[in-house]
Structures are given as structure tokens and as C-alpha cells.
């Protein structure tokens, strides 16, 4: 008869606590995966590839211009912009 073996759940829930360790560091690290953005959403660069585009710069950088989408263009501190020559 199909029905006279009782299921065994075993691989479901994990029966010592190594084994209980180790699924909940492995859902901690894909929660913490999770929240990392990608490396290709860096923020873009300006002032010839010295500065960022960025909402807000840090108290180590200065504000330079605005980039094209309207965000703050941050150098840091030790950069000190070149000035065009006039001739």
C-alpha cells in the first residue's frame, strides 16, 4: 500500500546544531547579499574623471558644479581644479 510508510522530513530540518549554524550563516550572507548594490552602479565621474556625481558630498569633499542629472559634482579636498588658461 502507497500510504502504510510515514514521511521522513529529515533534509527539511536540520537535526544537529552544526547543521543549524551553518543555514542560519548562510541566510544571514543572502540577507546581507542582498542589500550590496552591483559594481557597475558607481557613481558617475566628472571634473575630467577627479570628481563624483553624487546627492550629497562627504565632509572630506567640496561641491564643484552640478552634473548633468542635477547632482552634486564633489572633489576632494586635496584637488584643486586647474584654471583655464586665456590665450
Known amino acids: ?3 502504510s510508510s510515514p ?4 533534509s ?6 552544526v547543521a ?3 543555514l542560519l550563516l548562510l541566510i544571514v550572507a543572502l ?3 542582498g542589500h550590496v548594490p552591483p559594481g557597475r552602479s558607481e557613481f558617475k565621474r566628472c571634473w575630467m574623471g577627479q570628481g563624483a ?13 552640478l552634473c ?11 584637488i584643486k581644479p586647474v584654471a583655464a588658461s586665456k590665450t
Do not use: N
Request: glycine share 4%; with cysteine; aromatic share 12%.
Open 12 to 17: 527539511v530540518s536540520p537535526q544537529s546544531p
Open 53 to 65: 556625481c553624487r546627492p550629497y558630498c562627504t565632509k572630506y569633499e567640496t561641491y564643484m558644479h
Open 20 to 22: 543549524m549554524t551553518q
Open 7 to 10: 514521511l521522513v522530513f529529515s
Open 31 to 33: 540577507l546581507v547579499l
Open 68 to 78: 548633468p542629472d542635477a547632482s552634486l559634482c564633489c572633489l576632494a579636498y586635496g
Open 1 to 3: 500500500m502507497l500510504g
